[in-house]
Each structure stands twice: as C-alpha cells, then as structure tokens.
C-alpha cells in the first residue's frame, strides 16, 4: 500500500490493492501433494530407482536403492559429480542413467546385452556393493516436462545375482 498525507505532512489513509491468490494457493498445495504422491510411489518400487536432474544432481533416491546399495537417500539426494556411480560402482564416472543423455560407446561397453528401446538404454552389469558383487539389470530413460523438454533421467536397477549364478551354473 501506499502511504497518503495530509498538509501537515501526517499520513491520514493508506491506500492499497488487495488480490485473491486462494486459487494460486490451492494450485500450490496440489502440486506438492502430487510431487508427495509420486515419490511416495517411487519410494514403494521393488527395484531400486534413482533420479537425476540435467546437471547429474541426484533428486530422488528410493529405499530400495538404499538396501541395494547402502547409501542413505538423505546422503546423496541433493548430490552431484557422480555421486550415484561411486554408489553403485565404487568411482565417479558416467553410467546409464548419463549415457541416455548422450551415449558414450567406450563406456557403453563395460556393460552387457546393451540395447536401446526408444530412448531407454537397458543392459546388465556387475555392480560392487559393500557387501558382495552383485549383477543387475539396469534400465534408464529420460525424463520430460509436459512440454517434452529433457528435464532430467530415472534409472531403475533389479538384482539377477541369483539368475546369473544359476545360468553359470548350468554353463
């Protein structure tokens, strides 16, 4: 408001605008309860899922990539320079969650029966937890906003350990 004085130089009345931001509020209120939703969703997957921004930011973490991996969510979201690699692979270096931004062939083939379905890029690769090495199946894609932009990219991780010993087993 602005402020309006009298000839005495004393403020007499105040004038002012006053708007209605209820529904802008509401608008608000529905989209963290809808980011609250997804991540909730997200959180409850079975396979591991992480997700990054366009800078490799990590913004979600899920639980079971928690157990997977040993990292606390609250360790890592937030982080960035690979944060999510050295999780997974013991070193900070791109791995299929940034090959969807733009594939890296050299690093492509340090994992096995890659193939690209639209734009996602699935393979499998032998990850070194603290606890023992473990094969995954791995699958990143990534992220649009309503407009289509890339907003960043989600990568999901399933354990095959117990597949991969049986099919060595049977070799």
Same mark, same amino acid.
């Given at each position: 408001g602005v402020a309006v004085n009298g000839d005495d130089g004393e403020p007499r009345r105040l004038v002012g605008s006053v708007f209605d931001i209820t529904d802008r509020k509401r608008a608000e209120q529905a989209i963290r309860e809808q980011k609250a939703h997804l991540l909730t969703i997200l959180d409850n997957l079975p396979d591991a899922a992480f997700v990054i /921004? $366009? *800078?490799g930011v990590i913004t979600a973490w899920n &639980? *079971? *990539?928690e157990e !997977? $991996? %040993?990292a606390k969510a609250a360790d890592v979201i937030g982080q960035g320079n690979f944060e999510h690699a050295l999780a997974f692979? %013991?070193? &900070? &270096? @791109?791995?299929?969650? /940034? !090959? =969807?931004?733009? @594939?890296?062939h050299e690093i492509l083939a340090s994992y096995?029966? =890659? &193939?690209r379905v639209g734009s996602s890029l699935r393979a499998e690769a032998q990850i070194f937890t603290g606890e023992q090495d473990r094969w995954v199946e791995t699958s990143a894609d990534l992220l649009r906003d309503p407009a289509g932009q890339v907003i960043g990219a989600i990568e999901t991780v399933r354990d095959i350990s117990d597949r991969k010993r049986?099919?060595?087993e049977l070799a």
């Open positions: /921004d $366009t *800078a &639980r *079971a *990539a !997977l $991996t %040993g692979y %013991g070193q &900070r &270096r @791109p791995i299929m969650i /940034d !090959l =969807v931004f733009q @594939p890296d096995q029966n =890659v &193939r049986i099919e060595h």
